[in-house]
């Protein structure tokens, strides 16, 4: 824990670098799936959109996601911030971004096997669930109202 106090700005730069990205591929996943229920199933822009979605989730959003979580909980560690409630607010909007993580990981898979189950219109919408969910966070984090 020592080294960590010790690189405490080196871990807090590298954990916002890692939200950065995350959030960034959370905003944009919803939105390609907008666009690929408007293609043609095996059509050429199909298969571009099911490459485009694998990608973004795997070399953004899954390694941010992991970043984000280790340098995180590095700093809530050392810090010894579990018994702050605004700590605990922002531990539990991190999870329920997680949890959005993985339903956006499992509706590729069924656009993968073009099998998608949703509309544009729901696409649209749950776009909106990372904007709210890391507002929550970013006030938490800046104003520890608790």
Known sequence: MDFIRENYDWFR?????AVISWMAGMFYMPRLFVYHTKVQVGSEASEMFKEMERKLLRIIINPAMILTWIF?????????LWGDVWFQGKFFCVFLMSGFHGYLARWRRYF???????????????????????????????????
């Open 72 to 80: 995180g909980l590095s700093m809530a560690f050392s810090n010894d």
């Open 13 to 17: 730069a590298l954990h916002i670098i």
């Open 112 to 146: 993968f096997n073009d099998n998608n189950l949703h509309t544009e219109k729901f696409y649209r919408m749950i776009n909106e669930i990372p904007t709210i969910l890391m507002i929550i966070i970013v006030f938490l984090v800046i104003l520890k109202p608790f």
